[in-house]
């Protein structure tokens, strides 16, 4: 059966998507490579502690931190080699969650946007009308493990900053201070999963199938006819048609999204190269002089982020997360089980902050900072106490000019090329300035010691000798500057029906983490494509 629109991954942009298609009455396929993630989605996979229970790992916030070190780890990707979530929900089944409402500036012309995305307000409303996001998940209202909120307040207040409840004032990005606000609801992980994909499952004109992979679009030169996915199931071959009028939305994420455009026969030509030497991949292309042109893959943008960790004697660091999966706190489980309560209905993280800076080459770069307990790796000279650890994670965000190129090598397995972080030498320089400046004030601080780096580790050697793959952030945006791979309604250049609709359509990095500034993204791109005429 022939199909008005096919949506490809079901992650935030694609199950957005999905919803406000299938909203609109049209007939609409949504294909995911991944499996279920959360318990009421079908998802099962549960700690011996959960039997009996609908929780999954990817339902209880207070699980985050045990997705990096849980060995049946099934849920990322295995042909990307960075972090992407490849299951129901995408990135947003796995993620901290962290949920800020973008700025203006966020689809702003200074942030890459064409006019006519810059009034962004009726997206992001219709957004939080969904999903309001919360800084206090648990259901009983009380705050769990704050303590490193009280040594935030002391270390950032001398250096001007004010408490803000973040999302009540998006714009206020300059030092401004808050608790961690999350795309939770309930007590448990939400996001797009909870919200679009639960109204789009039920309605009858949208069909979804898992577990399976698009692999490319099927076009004759501009004119898409269907996706060829590695599921006999879904039509003869795993072929699927869209309707004469029909059109695909790629939702397949940064990587996800590349890599089936160069299996498509559109992007540059080493990579469509690459695709030919493949002996599965290579017959599906269209003939050469069908191959379109594009800089896909270019222009890729992460957050390059520091982390500084420090001991403080009020900080309980929940062991650190590391029996959190296996034998977590017995009375913790009692609660969280009994009304979704207490500690595990937050993810780790637990203060946000913001400071602006000027640049030497007058652009303004905003330095984001996240406090969690606990710490991903400690080198220090320094006897420490464990339980004690907590971690200040300094990203570089908006107004960072450092670009790199991502896309696929011979094996067809979606890679960086070129690392996207310090290209420009002032995004380091900045960084190091915002990391200078959050220590300044340490001595303010009683009891407040920096362990990593210790003090025979100055912050410029630090920053200095940082290992580029710990500079990732898992926020890739892409380039989609006007009549560059996208046109203004998110339509692939040189093609009649092919849109994307995730975060490869971002121009730059937002102020904060990314999910909630490319949620509203995708309601303002679906819009404009739902408006555009000539489709189904
Ligand atoms: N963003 C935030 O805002 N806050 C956070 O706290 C946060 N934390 C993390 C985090 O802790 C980790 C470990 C990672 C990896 C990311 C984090 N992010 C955070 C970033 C955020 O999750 C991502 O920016 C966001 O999910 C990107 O959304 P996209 O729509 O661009 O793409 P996804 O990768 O989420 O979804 C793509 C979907 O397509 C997946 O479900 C995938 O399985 C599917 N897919 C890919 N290729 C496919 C194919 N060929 N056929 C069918 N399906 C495919
Ligand atoms: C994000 O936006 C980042 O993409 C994640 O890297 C980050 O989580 C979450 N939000 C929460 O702030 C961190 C974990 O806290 C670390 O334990 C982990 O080592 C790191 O991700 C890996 O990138």
Sequence with gaps: TPYDYIVVGAGPGGLIAADRLSEAGKKVLLIERGGPSLGWTGGTYQAPWLEGTNFTKFDIPGLFESMFTDSNDFWWCKDITTFAGCLLGGGTAVNGALYWLPTTHDFSAAAGWPASWANADPYTAKLSARLPGTDNPSTDGKRYLEQSFNVMTQLLTPQGYTNITINSNPNFKDHAYGYSAFSFMNGRRAGPIATYYKTAIARSNLKYFDDTTVLNVVRNGSQISGVLT??????????????????????????????????????????????????????????????????????????????????????????????????????????????????????????????????????????????????????????????????ITAYLSTGITSRGRIGINAGLTATILENPWFTDPIDKQILLQGLNDIVSTVPLVPGLTLITPDNTTTLTTYVNTYAASNLNSNHWVGACQVGSVVDENTKVEGTNNLFIIDSYQIPSLPMGNPHGMLMSAAEQAVAKILSLTGGP
């Design 230 to 391: 590695d599921n006999p199931l879904i039509g003869p071959a795993g072929f699927v048609p869209l309707n004469p009028k029909g059109r695909v939305v790629l939702s397949a994420g940064t990587f996800g999204t590349s890599r089936i455009l160069f299996r498509s026969g559109i992007g540059p030509s080493d990579m469509i190269t690459l695709v030919q030497g493949d002996p599965v991949a290579g017959p599906q292309l269209p003939p050469q002089s069908q191959w379109i042109n594009l800089p896909v893959g270019y222009n890729v943008s992460d957050n390059p982020s520091i982390n500084l960790v420090f001991t403080h004697p009020t900080i309980n660091d929940y062991d650190n997360w590391a029996d959190v999966w296996t034998s977590p706190p017995p009375a913790d489980v009692a609660q969280y089980l009994k009304d979704q309560s207490g500690v595990l209905a937050q993810a780790s993280p637990r203060v946000n902050f913001w400071r602006a800076y000027s640049s030497p080459d007058g652009i303004t770069r905003w330095l984001q900072g996240t406090v969690r307990p606990g710490a991903a790796s400690v080198t220090t000279g320094y006897p420490y106490n464990a339980s004690q650890l907590m971690t």
